[in-house]
C-alpha cells in the first residue's frame, strides 16, 4: 500500500437506530485497484459506498477519499468520484443526450459536446441519443446511468451491484467499460454479491457480513468463488 491511498476508512462505524449497520470497518484501496465488495444482501456493502458518497454519514471513524476527508471537502471529492446506484438517478422525460447534457452543465465540463458524444458511443447508444429515456429497457438505462456517472472522468467509480437486470450484451459491455477503466489508471470499488459474472483483473475482495469485515481476499475467481460458497454454507 501507498502512503496516499485513494480510499482511506478507519475505525468507521454506522448505526441505524440500535442496529448496526457497519462496525470497525478499515480498508485502503490505492489509485488503480479494482476492489469488490463481497456480501450477502444486507452485508454493508451499499451503506460503505454510500458513505464514501456522502449519501450517508458514519457515526464514528475517519473516511478519506483522493487525500481529502469527505466531511471537510464535500465539493472537491463530488467531482472525483462516480456513482452508480439501485437508482439511475436519469430523467425519464429526457433522451440520452439531453440527460448527459444536464450533467455535463453541472460538472462544468470543457468540450462537453464531443464527450457527450463518446459517452454515448461507448455505452452503444448512439443510435437511441434523442429518444426519451422512458421509452428505454433495463439495459440500456443502466448504460446510460454509467455514462452519466462517468462523464466527468472522476478518479474513482463506486458501483453497486451494476450487474441486476442486465441482458447479456449489456454485461459484456459493463465488463468491457470496467476494463478501458483500469486500463486508464482508474479506482474501482464495486459492490456485489453475485460472482457469475466475468469481473477480470480485480485486486483484491473484501467478504463483509452483518455490517463487518469478515475477511480480505486474493486469488483468481474460482478461489474466491470456493471460498464464498464454504462461507455461505458455514451460515447455514
Known amino acids: 500500500m501507498t502512503d496516499n491511498p485513494i480510499v482511506l476508512l478507519e475505525k468507521v462505524e454506522k448505526w441505524f437506530g440500535q442496529n448496526i449497520g457497519l462496525q470497525d470497518i478499515s480498508i485502503k484501496v490505492d489509485k488503480g485497484e479494482f476492489l469488490i465488495l463481497l456480501g450477502r444482501n444486507g452485508a454493508g456493502k451499499s451503506t460503505l459506498l454510500r458513505i464514501l458518497t456522502r449519501l450517508s454519514k ?3 471513524g475517519r473516511v478519506q477519499v ?7 471537502e ?3 471529492i463530488q467531482k472525483k468520484i462516480g456513482f452508480v446506484g439501485h437508482h439511475t438517478l436519469l430523467y425519464a422525460h ?5 440527460n448527459l447534457h444536464f450533467y455535463a452543465k453541472l460538472y462544468e465540463l470543457k468540450n462537453s459536446k464531443e464527450q457527450i458524444k463518446t459517452a454515448l458511443k461507448n455505452a ?3 443510435f437511441n441519443a434523442d429518444r426519451p429515456v422512458r421509452g428505454f429497457s433495463r439495459g440500456m438505462q443502466q448504460r446510460l446511468a454509467i455514462a452519466r456517472a462517468t462523464l466527468h472522468h472522476p478518479e ?3 458501483l453497486d451491484e451494476p450487474y441486476t437486470g442486465l441482458d447479456l450484451e449489456s454485461a459484456e459491455l459493463l465488463s468491457d467499460q470496467i476494463q478501458q477503466w483500469l ?3 482508474r479506482t474501482i470499488i464495486m459492490a456485489t454479491h453475485d460472482l457469475e459474472q466475468y469481473f477480470g483483473d ?3 475482495w473484501v467478504l463483509l457480513d452483518k455490517g463487518q469485515i469478515v475477511e480480505t481476499l486474493r486469488g483468481n475467481v474460482s478461489v474466491i468463488h470456493r471460498r464464498y460458497r464454504q462461507f455461505l454454507q458455514s451460515l447455514n
Open 124 to 126: 452503444a447508444l448512439e
Open 74 to 76: 464535500p465539493e472537491h
Open 156 to 158: 474513482l467509480i463506486l
Open 183 to 185: 486500463t486508464e489508471g
Open 58 to 60: 458514519p457515526n464514528s
Open 202 to 204: 480485480v485486486s483484491k
Open 94 to 98: 429526457l433522451t440520452a443526450r439531453e
Open 66 to 72: 483522493c487525500g481529502m476527508n469527505i466531511q471537510h
